[in-house]
Structure formats: structure tokens, C-alpha cells
């Protein structure tokens, strides 16, 4: 089913796209698979209708001096998704080519994935699984020399958004993890990737880097700060992390005169892992109410212990002197540098993709699924709404 594409210009045509919408949620909820294409298929000609509007400069067929190119018909043009192959119409103009982001976006990712996954079938890991894989990104075979080609096309954008320039200063830098299964010559481990943020000196937010852990001592931790130093970050004065081995030691030496901030959430987590199952709630009810206050943090390290929650006590004692630096910046930015929330959209979407390959075949097939996902999300951060209001 091919879709033309329209835009909300007049009653007529906003009535007539609604009826259009009813129509392929009918075709979803009868046939969800091929539903689900249908309505990608009506969704992006939707958006490159709106592209070619804004660059054309007016509404179709209107007549306006602000007009900078004359309609040419549409180009049928493929787009492999997860869901198997789509036609859009591309619109075409007279004067000059039409440009759209939707092929190089939503293609990306999509590219990644197939790479991961092919990779895996042409280095003998072949399961009934990959093939199966394979088929729902709506491929039914593909040549070493094709993944040569996309893997160089993707490896280069990687090592393009991995070295590019730092141009901000970083007052608030932000480091989470999630952790993937990789193939290590005969077996699979789970390895942490490590995914760089910061919130920009204009209230912004920007993704900095990503790697992946080979160790947790603090001389990979002065490496990735190293490298992001060289590429220009500097104003850093506070970093937000869990509490992984060497990052302490290696913030000292990295950012002299900068203050490391324990997340709050990861806190939680280790305390309430010491605590039975029962008394959770209670727990962190109390630990929560003490994270504003030195005092009230130090009685319930004293409390919890009393009550025989020597774990917990011990978790909470070990951080007591970097739980509250966040409280030195100005009151409007705690909620927001107290954890490290802002990396949480970002893990869970490299987590969805990631599902689909299930377990990587090397380390470079995870950094081009994940910088692919990451280049999209920060367009999305410095292009959207501000973090936080910096001028105070």
C-alpha cells in the first residue's frame, strides 16, 4: 500500500488525511505486521510533505512572492525498516533538489542493526534466531561485500561524532552505564558501555562520548577523560556517576578543583540491596529524607546500623562525603544534577535496539548501533528545549 503524501492546509485536506489515519489504524488492529508499515509509511510521507512546504517557501498550488521552487511531481524511493521494506514518495522540484533528513535518520539505525546481525551470520554464528532476525529487518540474504560497505559507511560516522570538537564549556558532566552481551572469541560476557553526557554552559544538553570497558580501574577512567579533554571539554565542575572502581581517583587527578557527585539512585540501590525485601520501603523512605541534610545523614548511618542493617549503613558511610555536592550549585539545577536521570531515555532506547541482535559480534558492532542511536538523540538535545537555565 502506497500513501501520497499531503499536509494540514485546509478543512478539506485535514479531513480528508483523518480519514486516511482511521483507515490505516483499521488495516493495523486487522494485520498488525502489515499495519505497522502502512502507518510508517503515512507518518514519513507526512513529514517530507512538511520538508518540501518549508523549502518551497508556500502551500501547494498557493500563489506568493515567498515562493522559491515549483512542485515536480513525487520519486518513489525504498526505505528498509525493522518491519520490512517501505515505498515512500519523495517530492521533487523544478529548481533545485529537494533535501530530506528522513533516509539518512531513520535508515542509520536501521543500517546498524543489519550490520550487528550480519556480522554474526558471516562469522559462523549463524542460529535459527539470526535468520529469523534477518528476516524481520526484511532481508532474505545478504553478501560480505554488502556488509563491508554499510559497516565502512557507519564506521566513519562513528569515528566523525566520537572525535568532534567540544566547543561549550560543561559545568555539569554525567557518566551511566548499560551493559551488553559481546562476543569475546568463543564466549559472550557482558560488557559495560559507558555513555558520556554534560549539560552545556547555555543550559543544553549534548552527548560527549561513549566507550566501552575493558576495566573499571581508574587509569580507563583518566583515558576517556583524557580524550574528551583533548577534544576541548574544559568548566567542568561537577561529575555526576554510580560508584564504579577508579572514577574518585580519577576525577582528582582529571579535574582539579571539580567535585564528584555519588547518583542518588544508584545510592539507593546498593544501600537497598543490604536491606530485606520488606523493609525496603521503609528504608528508603528514610535514606531519601536524609540526602538533603549532612546531619540527618550521618544519624542514619548510626540508625541503620542500630537496626542491624549493617550493609546499608556501611553503602551509605562509604559515600557520606559525596552524596550532597550538588547542593554548592544553584537551587534550580539540584533535582537535575543529583542523579544521573538525564542519561535514563538514552539507556533504555540503546537497550530497545538493541534486542533485536541480542548479543553483539565484537565491540565495534556495538559502538555502531549505539553512536547511531546517540547522533539522533542529541540533534534532538541541542536542537529542542533548554535543560536548565544557566544564567544566575
Known amino acids: 500500500m502506497t500513501l501520497y503524501p499531503f499536509s494540514f492546509t485546509t478543512k478539506k485536506q485535514d479531513a480528508e488525511s483523518m480519514v486516511d489515519l482511521f483507515s490505516l489504524i483499521k488495516d493495523y488492529l486487522v494485520d498488525q505486521e502489515d499495519g505497522i508499515r502502512c502507518l510508517i509509511t503515512w507518518y514519513l510521507n507526512l513529514v517530507m510533505e512538511e520538508e518540501a512546504l518549508l523549502q518551497a517557501g508556500a502551500q501547494r498550488y498557493e500563489r506568493t512572492d515567498s515562493r522559491k521552487a515549483s512542485r515536480n511531481g513525487y520519486k518513489p524511493r525504498t526505505l528498509l525498516t525493522k518491519y520490512g521494506e517501505v515505498e515512500l514518495l519523495k517530492p521533487q522540484f523544478r529548481e533545485f533538489p529537494f533535501e530530506t533528513q528522513i533516509f539518512e535518520k531513520y535508515s542509520r539505525v536501521e543500517q546498524s542493526i543489519l550490520s550487528a546481525v550480519a556480522e554474526s551470520y558471516l562469522q559462523g554464528v549463524s542460529t535459527r534466531r539470526v535468520n529469523k532476525v534477518m528476516a524481520a529487518l526484511g532481508v532474505e540474504g545478504i553478501s560480505a561485500s554488502s556488509v563491508s560497505r554499510i559497516t565502512k559507511e557507519l564506521d566513519e560516522k562513528v569515528s566523525e561524532f566520537l572525535s568532534k570538537p567540544i566547543e561549550h564549556e560543561i559545568p555539569y558532566l554525567f557518566i551511566d552505564a548499560t551493559y551488553l552481551k559481546v562476543r569475546d572469541g568463543l564466549h559472550y560476557e557482558n560488557k559495560a558501555l559507558f555513555i558520556v553526557a554534560g549539560v552545556r554552559d547555555d543550559g543544553y544538553r549534548e552527548i560527549l562520548g561513549v566507550k566501552l570497558a575493558d576495566s573499571e580501574d581508574s587509569l580507563f577512567w583518566q583515558d576517556l577523560f583524557e580524550d574528551l579533554k583533548e577534544r576541548g571539554l574544559r568548566g567542568v565542575k561537577l561529575i555526576v556517576s554510580d560508584g564504579h572502581k577508579g572514577i574518585q581517583k580519577a576525577v582528582r587527578e582529571s579535574f582539579i578543583g571539580s567535585s564528584w557527585q555519588m547518583c542518588h539512585v544508584h545510592l539507593m540501590r546498593q544501600a537497598l540491596k543490604k536491606v530485606p525485601k520488606k523493609k ?26 542500630k537496626m542491624g542493617y549493617k550493609g546499608a549503613a556501611d553503602t551509605l558511610e562509604r559515600f557520606q562525603y559525596d552524596v550532597m555536592n550538588y547542593i554548592q550549585f544553584p537551587k534550580d539545577h539540584w533535582r537535575r544534577i543529583r542523579t544521573t536521570n538525564i542519561m535514563e531515555r538514552t539507556n533504555k532506547e540503546v537497550k530497545r535496539r ?13 559502538l555502531r548501533l549505539v553512536v547511531s542511536i546517540l547522533i539522533d538523540i542529541n540533534e534532538e538535545w ?7 537555565i544557566m544564567e544566575q
Request: glycine content about 4%; hydrophobic content about 35%; aromatic content about 6%.
Open 280 to 305: 525496603q520501603k521503609e528504608v528508603a523512605d528514610m535514606i531519601k529524607e536524609a540526602l538533603v541534610d549532612r546531619q540527618k545523614y550521618n544519624d542514619l548511618i548510626r540508625e541503620l546500623d
Open 382 to 388: 541541542i536542537t529542542g528545549n533548554k535543560y536548565l
Open 354 to 366: 538493541s534486542k533485536v541482535v541480542g548479543a553483539f559480534p565484537n565491540d565495534e558492532s556495538v
